[in-house]
């Protein structure tokens, strides 16, 4: 019980203590508080009712709003009255935490302001507790950094760097305007995205940017501190860009990542600079290079190629040249160079060949021509250029091009040409004038070593003159001499050392005023060598003047005349006569005839002028050779001089043509009579070197004063004449008369027409046929030409083949006509004719101004003609103009396989020996003998004799010119197999004749079938 109750009084006790010591710690945690809110700074406490009147406020409180103390401490404290309205209005509008602004001894102060409600205990009375923190400074603060920013980021868009800035993940997240025009990005929509996620947003083209972008973020982040490299940016707009990058890493505190700060700066134009300077550096070496090696070298072309591959390299061309003018003066219009020296790359691939020849105005070059005739360079990329010299250009794998005139002694020389084949680097001023520098030291180099040739040469032409030559100084002394003035005079240089030569002492007055009015004397002197004896000598001495005028030194030259002046006489001699003949000369005739003209218009008397052209001469100097004909011309003169009065004169024009002055003259008739011995003296065979050669003389003869009345006249009727003679036959004389003038230029006029007759294809073959006499069948042809003048219609080969054969044309003429025998005579066969040959014409001047077996040869391969199919015939007088020529050349065709005829046998001059030595097949008896058969005894004789002597040698026989049926029969019954004539049918068309072959076929497919049914008919009778 004791102990129980001493329990219950413990409780009352402890609960009296407890309350004691409440009371006492509130009070301690009253003042801790009322000390604390004392001693904030910076933070202003206020309690106030619901009126918003203050109760209480702590220190700061009182200091900024200015309170009044006994107010406050009565609970009816008074803030000013714009801060009072606005913290009533913010409650109103509950907003319970707000800025407010409030000035303060001048000073503005900004409030952060907390409000909480609160409830007083002891009457209930509800209130408000304003926690005003003085944030001024931290705004002016923010202020301050905002503005900073904003500056900090107006001044990092204005910069031409390109700055970005991305957090730990290598994420973006700032980057200047520069940075985002750079790779084309859109403001709003790159922050947050790594390097390959703007990859995908931007240009294909930067790809590969970011793709390096990213991996040197990693190397800038595992360096830990600033790394810098150049990059490489390529252009959506072609080009590139080229930045100077610097990546800074920032890490924390503890290490870890916190972003990284990139700059890049555009060094583009510092590196091409760069790069320039290089290349100026680069070139100019190469300009000091060259230079030193073409003044340093004896000769510039041993140097050529190598400055050629210095100016190459150092200026990044493919392949350079030098190109030497053929033509150099200014005024002329066509100007070509050729290329001399040359330098490509190794390995230089291009589209075309390369350049080697420019002909500035056949390619339309004139352009470049007049440019670089003024001395500026030609330059250019290939699409900078004109159209015509693009094309030029292509075709040699030209890129671009650099001209470079080369001058030398104030002309223009020649050209270096520097060319670019891959690539498209701009050729820049710096390189330009380096190059035009090396192309004036090639000039100086050039010209350096023509002058040192000139002054070489110079030297060498006055130490190996054979002419003397002297020195002399302003006094007229000599001061040096040559050989040949010791070799001329025999006096050395010692002996005329400071002597002034006798021409040139003060009496010889007009030399002097020759030598002053024009600074130049020649003549005639007079002179000694040293052991007396006189001489002549041709003296010239000329002036030599500085560039100021003054007369310096001059210059004798002369030459020993004194053999020459012997010799005067005998060249007067030469000079008037033919070397050959010893007759005289164009020359010498040309004086006689104009004094017998003179001498003839006095006395009234007649002059005749003879003419003489030699037959055949030019086949025998072609065939066997000039010396034999030399000879001919010789023996010609000496029967022409006999042949004539001792008053008469003969000259010898050229070649084989000689006049006959006949002075003095009675009548015409006279002129007649020489001229006929003339033909007859030389009719008669000449033997030379052991061989017989035959000629004639074709004599035209004119008579003063009828057909002329000086020298041109006379010779040109004369002339005339002649050719009227050779065109009716040769051999012969005749007199010029107006008529032969008309027939001259008709001859000239066809000659030129004919010229151009077979590139008109204005001829045409004809074919007549050759029949066989004892089946009636056409077993051949002879081919004829033909010529269809547009004017003057079917011309006659009478007449334009003596033209042809004369003037050379022949040869081409006969080689066409047989190219046509052989394609035609293909064309039947393969048409299938019984045709066994085509026989063709071949004139004797085709045989010997050609190859005429390698033409047949040639014919026969082109047209893949069957051999056997051409017949040729060959008159008998060509065979006997050069009979070992003839025979060798039948021999040759005839191992062709080509069948050979005599052609007009009978009306020559034929050597039965020569005849059995030449590989015939055929002759064919002339139509002169067949014309008459049967009639004429002696035709029938010669036919006889012909066929027989024919049969003899085993050659076969062909009549031709067989017009009648008696002619025919005379000719079967005779033994001649074969004929041809009007009898059978004139010379046809190829459409006609192959007509003719139709219907002959017709008739023995017919005469066959008639004779088949006979045989059957009979058998059946048999039967």
């Not at 007009?510 to 060598?529: A, I, M, P």
């Not at 005349?561 to 005289?584: A, C, F, W, Y």
């Not at 025998?620 to 042949?643: A, C, M, Q």
Request: hydrophobic share 40%; with cysteine; aromatic share 8%.
């Amino acid at each position: 019980m004791q102990v129980k109750n001493s329990k219950n009084l413990e409780p009352h006790q402890s609960a009296t203590a407890c309350e004691g010591n409440l009371s006492e710690s509130i009070a301690k945690e009253l003042m801790l508080s009322r000390r604390l809110l004392n001693s904030l700074q910076g933070v202003a406490i206020i309690a106030t009712d619901s009126k918003c009147k203050v109760n209480y406020a702590n220190p700061f409180a009182h200091e900024i709003f200015n309170l009044d103390a006994d107010l406050v401490a009565s609970g009816i404290g008074q803030l000013p009255k714009a801060v009072h309205k606005r913290i009533v209005a913010e409650l109103k509008n509950s907003n319970l935490d707000f800025v407010l602004q409030h000035a303060s001894e001048n000073e503005l102060r900004t409030l952060k302001v907390f409000t909480s409600s609160h409830q007083r205990l002891e009457d209930k009375k509800s209130g408000y507790v304003l926690h005003m923190h003085d944030i001024t400074d931290r705004v002016a603060t923010e202020l301050q950094l905002r503005h900073t920013e904003k500056l900090l980021r107006n001044l990092i868009d204005a910069s031409p760097d390109f700055i970005c800035f991305k957090d730990e993940k290598n994420r973006w997240l700032e980057a200047n305007s520069s940075g985002l025009e750079l790779f084309q990005l859109n403001a709003q929509s790159y922050q947050n995205k790594t390097d390959i996620e703007l990859a995908n947003l931007s240009d294909p083209i930067f790809k590969e940017t970011f793709r390096h972008s990213k991996i040197t973020d990693e190397r800038a982040w595992n360096a830990g501190n600033l790394i810098r490299n150049e990059e490489i940016i390529p252009l959506p707009h072609g080009g590139e860009m080229v930045l100077d990058v610097i990546k800074v890493p920032l890490f924390n505190d503890d290490g870890s990542r916190q972003g990284l700060v990139t700059l890049g700066r555009n060094i583009t134009e510092r590196k091409m600079a760069e790069s320039h300077l290089r290349d100026r550096s680069a070139i100019l070496d190469a300009l000091i290079s060259c230079d030193w090696l073409l003044h340093s070298s004896e000769s510039w072309q041993s140097v050529a190629s190598k400055v050629l591959e210095q100016l190459c390299l150092a200026s990044r061309f493919s392949r350079a040249a030098i190109f030497k003018n053929a033509e150099t003066t200014n005024d002329s219009r066509s100007v070509c160079s050729t290329i001399l020296y040359k330098w490509t790359a190794p390995g230089l691939i291009t589209l075309g060949d390369e350049l080697e020849t420019i002909d500035f105005s056949e390619y339309g070059l004139n352009r470049w021509k007049d440019i670089l005739q003024q001395g500026n360079p030609v330059f250019g990329d290939l699409s900078d250029l004109p159209g015509a010299e693009r094309k030029i250009l292509k075709q040699y794998g030209t890129q671009s091009i650099v001209i470079i005139p080369i001058f030398s002694d104030k002309e223009w020389w020649g050209n270096i040409i520097i060319e670019r084949c891959q690539g498209l680097d701009k050729t820049t001023p710096q390189e330009l004038g380096s190059l035009m520098a090396i192309g004036r030291s090639f000039g100086v180099a050039i010209q350096r070593e023509n002058a040192g040739k000139r002054l070489h040469q110079a030297k060498i032409a006055f130490d190996s003159a054979s002419e003397g030559i002297m020195i002399i100084d302003d006094n007229a002394r000599i001061i040096a001499i040559n050989k040949g003035f010791t070799e001329i005079t025999g006096f050395t240089e010692e002996d005329v050392f400071g002597f002034t030569p006798k021409v040139l002492q003060v009496g010889n007055h007009d030399l002097w005023r020759t030598l002053l009015n024009e600074e130049k004397w020649c003549g005639e002197v007079s002179n000694h060598r040293k052991n007396g004896e006189v001489y002549q000598e041709w003296l010239t001495v000329t002036v030599v003047k500085n560039k100021e005028g003054q007369t310096i030194n001059y210059v004798g030259v002369f030459a020993d005349i004194t053999e020459i002046k012997r010799s005067q006489n005998q060249l007067n001699e030469l000079v008037n006569h033919d070397p050959l003949t010893g007759l005289p000369n164009r020359r010498l005739l040309n004086e006689l005839l104009e004094h017998a003209i003179r001498r003839a218009e006095r006395e009234k008397h007649q002059i005749a002028l003879l003419f003489i052209d030699l037959d055949r001469f030019k086949a025998i100097n072609d065939t066997l050779g000039h010396h034999v004909g030399d000879k001919l011309l010789y023996e010609v003169s000496r029967r022409i001089s006999r042949s004539i009065r001792e008053s008469d004169v003969v000259a010898r024009l050229g070649g084989d043509e000689f006049l006959v002055m006949m002075d003095m003259i009675n009548k015409a008739d006279d002129a007649a009579l020489v001229a006929q011995k003339i033909i007859h003296a030389l009719e008669m065979e000449f033997i030379i070197d052991g061989k017989e050669i035959f000629i004639g003389a074709s004599i035209g003869i004119s008579i003063f004063v009828k057909d002329g009345n000086d020298v041109d006249s006379l010779v040109k009727a004369a002339d005339i004449a002649m050719y009227q003679v050779k065109n009716k036959g040769k051999n012969n004389y005749c007199f010029y008369s107006d008529d032969l003038s008309k027939n001259a230029v008709e001859r000239y006029t066809m000659e030129n027409q004919l010229r151009r007759a077979l590139e008109r294809n204005q001829f045409e073959v004809y074919y007549q046929p050759q029949v066989s006499l004892i089946t009636g069948d056409i077993i051949g042809a002879e081919a004829l030409i033909r010529w269809h003048h547009p004017e003057l219609g079917i011309v006659s080969p009478a007449k334009f083949i003596p033209v042809a054969e004369e003037t050379g044309l022949i040869v081409q003429i006969g080689e066409w006509v047989l190219r046509q025998a052989a394609l035609q005579a293909m064309r039947w066969i393969k048409d299938g004719s019984s045709m066994q040959w085509i026989a063709v014409n071949v004139s004797g001047v085709q045989i010997m101004r050609s190859n005429f077996a390698d033409t047949v040869y040639g014919i026969l391969i082109e047209t893949d003609c069957d051999p056997t199919m051409l017949e040729l015939e060959i008159t008998e007088s060509t065979v006997m103009l050069n009979t070992e020529y003839v025979i060798d050349t039948f021999d040759r065709i005839k191992k062709l396989g080509v069948r050979l005829a005599i052609d007009d046998f009978g009306t020559g001059y034929s050597s039965l020996s020569n005849l059995k030595r030449l590989p015939l097949d055929k002759i064919k008896i002339d139509q002169s003998f067949v014309r008459d058969l049967p009639y004429d005894l002696d035709d029938a004789a010669i036919a006889n004799a012909i066929n027989a002597m024919a049969r003899s040698l085993g050659f076969s026989v062909i009549a031709e010119g067989v017009e009648t049926s008696a002619q025919a029969k005379f000719l079967k019954d005779m033994g001649c197999e074969e004929a041809q004539g009007y009898l059978y049918s004139r010379p046809v068309t190829v459409t006609d004749f192959t007509q003719l072959l139709a219907v002959k076929k017709q008739k023995n497919l017919q005469k066959n079938q008639e004779k088949d049914q006979e045989n059957a008919n009979e058998s059946t009778h048999f039967y």
